[in-house]
């Protein structure tokens, strides 16, 4: 799957994953009320309104982007009606080319372990017949439970060619309560992005170099960055934290190897409720997909700046 990635990066020329994290409080207020006209201020008229917020901007965006990533967690807020959209997401964002990080953010014991990975990048076996659930390309993943709770999404990768991300250190101003520890002389961190390293050596791309075991680690804290790209030199690097948190294009670079690959930076709120912010205020609720557009444009070209 990192092959996919990044023959799309390349292509569109844009090392950028738009986070598709729908809020109630970001869907303009006319897709709200055809929603709830339809199906009442219920579960199903949010999930709906959610449906139609996606669309928008998938369309709007596809065409300038490698990638896309879903969380989770806003769909599930909605139960089974927020499932059932984040599922069209991710089949409609197939549909239209992009490579789909499921942002799930999973790691537990290995049985457990085992069934997310097959639920979410593999096949489950019913019967004869093997189906793909939610079927992302490429996955977050908790590795608090050690080579436990991770090997069984890399044998999942191995067998699927998919990938996962897998969180080292995370841009949350809290993030150092337990990432920042220092262990046997350097940080936690290090110790995870040792274990990338081992995590991903089996199932190291040919054509690229690249493992299809990437890390997560946020744009919020460059300095360590630094010092994670060089330990992990043949991991892609999630990099969330740009734009809403605060990170921008001059604090990236470091993320990315000397062949101008490596990362790939993503921006949710700063892209999908860009109608908001001042600068694009101009084009109205009407024109929400329209600002998420023009925000990728912006974004594109303060990368591109950044990385020259």
Not at 15 to 26: A, E, H, K, R, T
Not at 39 to 64: H, P, Q, R
Not at 134 to 161: Q, R
Request: hydrophobic fraction near 40%.
């Amino acid at each position: 799957m990192i092959d996919r990635l990044i023959e799309g990066i390349k292509k569109k020329e844009a090392p950028i994953v738009v986070g598709l994290d729908p809020n109630l409080s970001f869907v303009p207020e006319y897709i709200k009320k055809k929603a709830f006209d339809e199906y009442g201020e219920t579960l199903e008229g949010a999930a709906n309104a959610f449906k139609e917020y996606n669309k928008g901007i998938i369309d709007s965006v596809a065409d300038l982007v490698p990638a896309v990533k879903p969380q989770i967690a806003m769909y599930e807020q909605l139960g089974i009606p927020g499932l059932e959209v984040f599922k069209w997401t991710v089949d409609y964002c197939h549909e239209k080319g992009l490579v789909v990080i499921g942002d799930i953010k999973r790691g537990d014991i290995g049985s457990t372990s085992e069934m997310y990975a097959v639920g979410h990048i593999g096949h489950t076996n019913i019967g004869s017949a093997k189906i793909a659930a939610f079927d992302e390309d490429i996955v977050t993943v908790n590795p608090y439970l050690g080579s436990d709770g991770v090997m069984p999404f890399v044998k999942v990768c191995e067998a699927e060619k998919k990938g996962i991300f897998v969180l080292v250190k995370t841009s949350n101003p809290s993030s150092g309560e337990f990432q920042d520890r220092e262990i046997d002389g350097k940080p936690l961190y290090e110790h995870v992005a040792d274990k990338v390293n081992e995590w991903g050596s089996s199932c190291i791309d040919e054509k690229t170099g690249y493992s299809e075991v990437g890390a997560v680690v946020g744009a919020t804290y460059p300095e360590q960055g630094a010092v994670l790209r060089k330990l992990m030199p043949k991991s892609f690097i999630l990099v969330p934290g740009y734009g809403a948190q605060g990170g921008k294009g001059s604090d990236i670079t470091c993320f990315f190897n000397e062949d101008g690959l490596g990362a790939i930076v993503n921006s949710s709120r700063g892209i999908i409720a860009a109608y908001k912010q001042e600068k694009y205020a101009h084009l109205g609720e009407e024109g929400y997909a329209e600002a998420s557009r023009f925000a990728v444009l912006d974004m594109k070209e303060d990368l591109a700046s950044a990385l020259k």
